[in-house]
């Protein structure tokens, strides 16, 4: 059981370079997160999809956009990629919006 | 404005004894607790939570205890070991919110030696 998968694990972009995160779930859960953490800081949520079909933005969505393909894949598109998005993504999904949430390796990602 | 606070960026301790954690947080509409626990190149991996229905939740070495009025809970380590060395991430959840994100504390280094 593979859990939260995340693809690429890193990538070196260019600034306005563009590029897909991919995220894929396979505990058949209903919710899922996009959170960004940033050194000495928590994770901070950029976008969430409470259930297949619906997305909201969190507290750091600028700069991002979101698609929710299916109820197991919830990828995070940075359509021009800037130095001030260099960062650790983590992906997460939880069966419900109010239960635990489980993580992904995440993708370490630099914005030159 | 951070809702949820851990205030100590770092706690060492030794191996055998209790490591303590704290967290505070701000916001009363906050109801449900989560601790996670961060290895280096990992993703956050879920420890231990606590409903605000209960003061006290216990998962073998761990212990979360929830003080409502005080806006504060605190996570026990009993007894710490080296590999509990890790970055400890506070959590907080409001469960009436639709599609409830975590709001997260900054985290707390703990380093365990031998």
């Known amino acids: 059981n593979a859990g939260v998968t995340q693809t690429p694990k890193f990538q070196v972009l260019k600034t306005g370079q563009s590029m897909t995160l991919q995220c894929a779930q396979d505990m058949n859960h209903n919710s899922m997160y996009w959170y960004r953490q940033d050194p000495g800081m928590g994770l901070r949520l950029i976008y969430y999809?409470?259930?297949?079909?619906?997305?909201d933005k969190g507290e750091v969505p600028n700069g991002y956009n979101v698609s929710r393909l299916n109820k197991r894949e919830f990828s995070l598109r940075l359509e021009s990629a800037a130095p001030s998005q260099t960062s650790v993504y983590f992906c997460a999904s939880s069966a419900t919006g109010v239960e635990t949430q489980y993580f992904g390796p995440g993708t370490r990602l630099l914005v030159l | 404005d951070q809702q949820v606070k851990q205030n100590s960026p770092s706690l060492s301790v030794q191996e055998g004894r209790i490591s303590i954690l704290n967290c505070d947080y701000t916001?009363?509409?906050?109801?449900?607790f989560l601790w996670y626990k961060k290895y280096p190149a990992e993703g956050p991996t879920f420890l231990i939570s606590?409903?605000?229905?209960?003061d006290k939740n216990e998962d073998g070495r761990f212990t979360v205890f929830l003080n409502k009025s005080a806006k504060h809970l605190s996570l026990h380590i009993v007894p710490s070991q080296p590999g509990d060395s890790a970055v400890y991430f506070c959590a907080a959840s409001a469960v009436d919110q639709a599609g409830t994100a975590l709001i997260f504390g900054k985290g707390t280094t703990l380093s365990v030696s031998s």
């Open positions: 916001n009363s509409m906050f109801d449900y």
């Open positions: 999809s409470a259930s297949e079909g619906t997305t």
């Open positions: 606590i409903s605000s229905i209960k």
